[in-house]
C-alpha cells in the first residue's frame, strides 16, 4: 500500500497540471492586453526579464521563441521569466527578435493571442539607473530618497533618504552618467549642496549675496570641472479641475556656473538678463557649448499661460570659463505657441532630446508634454511620437552613456505617478517602443508603487555615495560657502 | 509564592487591566484609534516582506498587526492594557525571587510603557517587542546546561536584533544578570551593542535611530527617553530580584505596591494630552463623517483650536445647522471654516474633508497628500486612502481609484467598503451607479481652468454655486466665509433670504441686520423675514454698545451672536 502512495500522487498530479495545461485553445485574432506593454519593444540584452500579467487572465503560458530556435517556456498565473535562462536566450539573439506566443486562460476558456516580438538590440546598456522616488505631493514630503536600480536584475539599493536625512533631497547628477562626480541637493534646516569628485564628498552653501537663489537643475562640464546651475525664484499654485493638478512656475531665474577648482560661480549678463528668464543649464558634449531655455518675463499668474521658453545656447571656453558674447536660439517655440524645457544633448554630440509642453517649464505636470529630438548637425526638429504617450505626460529624460538608449518618467501608467521608461534610439535618431521598468511582479509593485520616479538617470556602475557621512557633513554645518565672481584667477 | 501574595498579585494585574481599558477607550479613545489611521496594514506577502526587512521588523509587523484592531477604541484598549499587563506578567516570570516586593517592583515597566502609549505618536511594535524580548529570556533560561545556554544566547543576540530591534540590550542585560559571570556579561551586552553598529553598515538608517529602535516610536526626532527608561526599570528589578535586597520585608512590598500606583497615576496623567485627545476625536470624526457626533461632543466640550473649530462648522454645515449655530460656538476667522496649510492645528485629513464635501476635489486631494506626509514614520493611511480612492473615482480616474481600492482591500476593516467599489470598477457603467459619485462629479469644477488663491476663496466658492447653483454646502461656506471676513456687504448679496422657505437662520439674519444698520437704513423698515426678537435684540445690542457696557458682560449678552463677533473678534 506505502508504495502505491507516490504513485496515487503522482497520477493526481499530473491529472491536475493536465487539467491547469494548455488546452483547447480558441485565437482571439488580437494581441494580448498585457501589464507592462512589452509588446515590440526593444530591450537590451541584459535587461532583467521582463515579466509581464494579462488583463484578466487567470493563468499565462507564454513560450518565447528566439530566432535562434531557443525556447523558453513558463507557464503560471503571470509570465516570470527564470533569470539564467532569460539572460541565455538574450544573449543568444542579440541583433535578432525574440517571438512571444502568449495564451491567457480567462472564464474557462484558453485564449490563443496574435503573437508579439522582442527585439534585442546590439547596443549596450549602462549598469543601472538611479532616481528619486516621491510622493506626488505637493508641499509636505513624507518619504523620499535616491535610489539606485541594477538594470539586468530586481535590486533596488537605497542611497539616501528621508528616513536619515533630515530634508528634501533633490537634483541627483552625474558626469555623463559616471556616478564618481555626483551632485546632489538637501533642502531644509541641514541643507545644501553635497559635491563628490574622486571619492572626496564636500557640503556647500551655493546661495550667495549675487544670485538670487541656491543652485538648482545642476549639469556637470564633461571635463568635471565645472557644474551649470540656475537659480529660480519657484512658486506653485493649485488649479481647480481635476485634469490639472498644480503648476510650477518661476518669478525669475538665471544661470551661472560653478567652477569647482576655483570655488567661484561664474555667469554674464545674457544669463543673467532682466528681459528674460533663463533655466535649465545642460553642457554640450564637448564642454564647448551651454545650453539653456529661455523666455520673456511675463506676470505671474495672470500670464501664466503665455511664458513660453525657447531652447537657446552660449558658447563656452572651458579653458578661461568665458561666455560667448551671443546667444543662439536654436528652437524658436514662443512664435509658435508652445515652450521647451530640460534639454538634453546626447553624448555622441549628435542630437539635443528636449520636452514640450504649451506653456510654462514644470512639464511633468503637463498633460499635453511630449519629447522632441533635435538634429544638431541639421537643425531638424522632430516629436518622437512612438515613445511619447497620447494623454499623459512625457518628461523629464536622460541619456545612456553611449547614447542609445534613453530614460523618461512618464504619467501613462495611470496619470497620477511618474514611471520610468527606457527607450531605444538608433544612430538616425529613430526611437523604439520605449519599455516599463521591469519588475519582478510588474503589476503587484506598481500598484503597491505609490511613489512616483523622478529623475532617472542611467550609471555606468554604482554609485559611490556614503550618506552616513553626507549627514554628518550637513549635520556639522561644515559647508563650504560658494563665491560669486567673474574673474578668474 | 504564598496564597495571599498570588491572589494580590492576580488582583492588581487585573486592576491594570481594567484600568488601562478604560482609560484608552474612554478618556483616551481617539490616541487610541488615531493609531490605527496613521497606517493601513495589508494582509500580503509583500507588506509582510517590506516591514520585516529591517531591524525590529518582525515585531513591528506584530505590532502593526495588533494596531489594525484599533479601528474600534475598546478593542484597541483592551489589546494595549493586555500587552501592559503579560508584559508585567512575563517578567515576573523571568524573576527568580517570587515575594511580594518583586511583584510590586514588576508593575514598574509596564506603567513606564503605559506613559509611553499616551504620548503623541506612541508604537505598539514597541510593547510587542518589549513581550517577545522576555519570552526570549524565558526560553532561553530553560535550557539546563549553563554552556549551551550561553551559546544560545550569543546567537540568539543578533536574530533577536534583526526581529526585535535595540531591546536585544534588554535581552542581553537579564541574561547577564541572571548568569553572574561577569565574562560572559560583558561579551554579551557588547554582541548586543554591536548589532546596531553593524547594522549601520548595512541599513540606510543614523546610527541613532539604529540603537534607539526604529519602529518604537513613531517620530524620528526628539524620541522620548521612556521606551528605555522602561527597559533599564525591567533589567533593575531583575536585578534586585537577584538580590536578597527587600527579601521577606512584610512592610516593604506594602510599600512598593503604594509607591508604584500612587506614582503611576499622576505619571500616565503627566504624558496624556487632554487637548491632543479632544483635537484628534474632531478629526477622527470628521474623517468617518460622524456630523452629529461632533455636533453633540461641542456641546460638551466647545472647540478650542483652529482645525476643531473647522470640523464643527462642516458638520454644522452636514447638518443644516451652520446659519443657524455657527456663532454659539468661538470663531476666530475664516480659517477656522476654511484651514490651509499655514493654519495651526489643522489636520490634513479633515481639510481635505472640507473641501471634497464642498466640491473642491482637487485641493481635497492636495490636502490627502498633506495629511500622508504628515505620518510621522511614513507609513499609508486606511482614512486617506479611503478618501483618495473616493476622490479618484469621482474625478473619473478609475486607474488611480483602483489602485487605492485594491490597497485597502488588504486591510480587515476597510476590504468590504474596498470590494464593493472594485466590483463596480469592472463594468464600465458600475463606477457611475453610486449616486454619493454622481452628485459630487455634479458639483465639481467643469469651467475654466485657474490657479486656486486662498484669500480669494470666495471665488472659487462662486464659481462652484455658478456651476451647481444646488451646491448647499458651498452656499452656506460662501455666507459664512463672507461673515467671518466681515464682509457684510456681499453676505447680503450672496444670500438668497426670499429663497428659505422656513425662518432664516439666526447667523445670516444677524449678518442682514448689521449690514442694514451700517448702511444707514431705519430699523423700522427690516424685511420680513427678520423676526422681532431678533431686531429686539439688535437693538438692545446696539445700545449696550454705544454706552461701552463691559466686554465680559457683552460677551454674556451677546457671545453667540454674530455682531459681537464682528465687534470684538
Redesign the interface.
Known sequence: MRARIPLLMLVLLTALSCGRGLHDPVFSGREPRIFPDYRDVTIPATIAPLNFSMDQAERLDVTLTGDDGTILHVHGSMARFPRKAWRKLLQANVGGAIQVDAYGFTEGQWMQHRPFHFYVSEDAIDYGLAYRLILPSYEGMGKLGIYERDLSSYRQKELISTEEVNGCLNCHSFNQCDPKDLNLHVRGSYGGTLIQQQAQLKAFDTKTDSTISSCVYPYWHPSGNYIAYSNNTTRQGFYQRAENVLEVFDYASDIVVYDIRNNRLLSCPLLKSESAWETFPAFSPDGKSLYFCSAAPKAIPQQMNEIRYNLCRIAFDPESGRFGDRVDTLVLAAPAGFSVSFPRPSFDGKYLMYTVSSFGNFTIWHRDSDLCLLDLTTGASWNLASANSPDAADSYHNWSSNSRWFVFGSRRDDGTHTRAYICHIDADGVPGKPFLLPQRKPREYYDNMLRSFNIPEFVTEPVPLNSHKAWRLLRRGKKEQFNYGTDIP | MIRSQRLIDLSVSLLLLVAATVYFSVWYAFHTVNLEQLQLFEGTW?YFAETVSVPGGFSDYLGRFLTQFFYHAWPGALILAGLLVLIRTLLRRVCTRKDAVIGAATFLPSILLMMVMCLRFPTVSLLTAFCLTLVAVLAVKRIRSTKIRRICTFLLIPVLYLLLGSLVVLFAAIVAIQEHNWRFSVVALLLAIACPLVA?LVF????G?LFYGLSYYKV??RMPVWPWVAAVAAAAVVALAESRLLAENDRAWRAAYAAVFILAIPAVLLCSSRNDEQSLRYNSLAGKRAWNRIVTEATRRAPKTYGETACLNLALCKTGHLGGHMFEFQQDGPETLLPN?NTPHHDGLSTAEIFYQLG????A??YC??A????PD?Q?SAPVFKLLAEISL????F??A??YL??LSHTLFYRRWANERIALLKDPAGPFVLNEYTEKRYE???GE?????YNQADA?IK?LLVEHPGNLTALNYLLAWYLLHKFTGDFVAACPFEAFTSAVPKAWQEGFVLDWNRSGYPADDLPEFITPSLAARFEAFTRDFNANVPLAAMQERYGDTYWFYYFFK
Open positions: 509583500a549601520s540606510p538608517y543614523p546610527l535611530r524620528h526626532v496649510e473642491m476635489v482637487n485641493n486631494r492636495r497628500f498633506e500622508l506626509n504628515a505620518i511614513y499609508k469621482v474625478n473619473e480616474n486607474e488611480m483602483r489602485k485594491t490597497t465639481r469644477y467643469k481652468d485657474y490657479i486656486f488663491d472659487s464659481q
